[in-house]
Structure formats: structure tokens, C-alpha cells
């Protein structure tokens, strides 16, 4: 099997160990404060990682371990919103949408924050996925739910995390204060991982301590299902899926990958059909569907160059098989 066709399948696989992580985490949060389950879990991943990761995180600078603790801190926050709108949300799939929302938004980051030039696709589909935003939360007037306020603050501070997060993982010359150009070097993909997945575990379990008061109520009794729970949202959800992701990334092109990842939302409204019985109205299933034009819209150009390969190829072996006979 060619890297590419191996690369399809294992973004594939990352899309549904994603939607899979929600239902974990749903479960988790059902039977535990929310904050200190993102504690929990992403202490347990980022501690499952480093220890792959140990002796590229001993070469680190402390340049490259000061921006890999900065980008697992706005990941961290995005998170701490993304656990508090799956804990108020009533429609998980709904959350699912809006949070792939982040996706629209980055390349509006790095426009706006970091001057980069963006494609017209970018304008294109920012429209389309306010007006999806608009159907979910304005069916009964100005009445957002705190879910979706949540999921809508997740989103945007999980496009300012992308932004960061690619430009830490590659090589790039900056102008410092002088006026000189330094080199930043890049920070390899599994020690960057899990800085960013220890510092969020970290961040949310300060933030569950100033604000929860349950835990010994949580760790006194806990039922079995939920140590099961935590274990498999760390492990598979977390640690597991970041792996293959970033493997998978690491055979294809990431702008190939970005129109696969797009699966992610679709995975997570069927399996909260299916697991929870959740049901959406007429105004909420539109809504989603402009939400996933927008995210189409705005990978258009990556999405083309693979029909088009794809395409490409069909046509060659019809060739081949024209000439053999």
C-alpha cells in the first residue's frame, strides 16, 4: 500500500478515535467534575507520550520548552471551554459542528495575528459557517445555550492553538527586538505533543481545584465504569489519537490531511444518535450542514488537488488496461 492511500486511512481512523474521545468524555463528565476529568486525562496521555518521548524532550532547548509550554497553555484554556460546553451542551453533535468551526477560523488567525495571506476560499467560507452558527442559536431568537457559547469560545481559541502549534513544529526565522534575524528552531512532533498534553493536564487541575469541590467525593467511591471511562478518553481518545495523527501526517501533505479531519463532526453526531439517542430538528441538521459547506469550502483548494489525483490515476490505469488487451 503507497504512503498516501496508508496516510487516507489513518486520518480516517484519527476522525473516529476523535468522535469516539467525545463519547468517553461525555460518560466521564456524567460521573465526575468536568475540570477534573480534562485533569485526569490529559496528565495520564501526556505522561503515556513522554515516556515515547523522553530523550527528544531531554535535547530540547529551553527556548523550544518555553513555546511548547505556551502553545499547551491556549490549548489548555480551549479545552477547559471545550469540557464546560460538552458538560452544559444538549446536543452533542451540534458541539461537534461548532467546535469543527476552529478550523474556519485559523487561517482568519493567521491573517489577522501573524499577517500571513490566506486563499479567497478562506472569505468564501467564513460567511457560510455564520450563518450555520446563526440556524443553531438563533431558532428561538438571541438565545444561545452556555453550551453553545462554550463551544463557540473553544473554537476560536482552538484556531489560535493550530496556528501556534504548526508554527512551534516547523523551522522559521524571526526579527527579535534588535532588528536581527534568529533562527527558532522547530520542536519535533511527539515532544511537542506532550509538553502541550502535560501542560493542559496541569492547567485544568489548578483550575479544578479553585473552582470544583467534589473530588473526594469523586475519589472516596468511584465507580468502575468511570476509571474505564478515564482510561480509554486518555489513552485511545488522547494519547492513541495524536499518535496515528501525527504518523498519519507524517506520510501525507497536511492540507491532504485537513479535508479528512472534516469526517470529525459527521462520526460524532451519528455516534451521539446511536449511543445517546440524541435527535436534532429540521433548523439544527441545516444549520450543521452550512457549518460542514464552510469547512468544505474552506479546504476547497486541497480537496480539488485530490480529485484530481485521484482522478489522474484512475485514468492511467484505464490506460494501462487499454493497452494490455
Not at 135 to 162: D, H, K, W
Not at 176 to 200: D, S
Not at 307 to 325: E, G, S, Y
Request: aromatic share 10%; charged share 15%.
Amino acid at each position: 500500500m503507497s504512503d498516501p492511500r496508508k496516510s487516507d486511512l489513518l486520518l480516517i481512523a484519527v476522525t473516529l478515535l476523535a468522535a469516539i474521545s467525545w463519547m468517553f468524555s461525555k460518560e466521564s463528565i456524567l460521573l465526575m467534575p468536568p475540570l477534573l476529568f480534562m485533569a485526569l486525562r490529559f496528565l495520564i496521555a501526556g505522561g503515556f507520550l513522554a515516556i515515547f518521548a523522553r530523550r527528544p524532550l531531554a535535547r530540547l532547548s529551553r527556548d523550544q520548552l518555553k513555546r511548547g509550554v505556551g502553545v499547551g497553555l491556549v490549548f489548555g484554556i480551549a479545552m477547559s471551554f471545550w469540557v464546560m460546553g460538552l458538560f452544559h451542551a444538549s446536543s452533542m453533535g451540534e458541539g461537534a459542528f461548532i467546535t469543527s468551526l476552529g478550523v474556519v477560523i485559523v487561517p482568519v488567525i493567521a491573517r489577522v495575528v501573524f499577517k500571513e495571506a490566506q486563499p479567497v476560499s478562506t472569505w468564501l467560507a467564513l460567511p457560510v459557517a455564520v450563518a450555520g452558527l446563526a440556524l443553531l442559536s438563533l431558532r428561538n431568537g438571541f438565545q444561545p445555550e452556555p453550551g453553545q457559547v462554550f463551544f463557540v469560545m473553544a473554537a476560536t481559541i482552538f484556531a489560535l492553538y493550530f496556528t501556534l502549534n504548526t508554527r512551534a513544529a516547523n523551522q522559521r526565522t524571526v526579527i527579535n527586538h534588535q532588528g536581527q534575524y534568529v533562527e527558532k528552531h522547530r520542536i519535533p512532533a511527539l515532544p511537542l505533543t506532550a509538553i502541550a498534553l502535560l501542560t493542559v493536564g496541569l492547567l485544568t487541575l489548578v483550575e479544578s481545584l479553585f473552582f470544583e469541590s467534589s473530588w473526594q467525593e469523586t475519589f472516596r467511591n468511584p465507580p468502575p465504569l468511570l476509571i474505564w471511562w478515564v482510561l480509554a478518553s486518555a489513552i485511545i481518545g488522547t494519547a492513541g489519537r495524536f499518535l496515528v495523527q501525527t504518523y498519519a501526517q507524517s506520510l501525507s501533505s497536511h492540507s491532504h490531511g485537513a479535508v479528512i479531519l472534516v469526517l470529525e463532526p459527521v462520526w460524532v453526531s451519528l455516534f451521539a444518535a446511536g449511543w445517546f439517542g440524541e435527535t436534532m430538528s429540521a433548523v439544527q441538521l441545516a444549520g450543521c450542514g452550512l457549518i460542514l459547506a464552510a469547512l468544505i469550502v474552506n479546504r476547497w483548494g486541497a480537496l480539488s488537488r485530490t480529485l484530481k489525483i485521484a482522478l489522474k490515476k484512475r485514468n492511467l490505469k484505464q490506460k494501462r488496461l487499454t493497452n494490455k488487451a
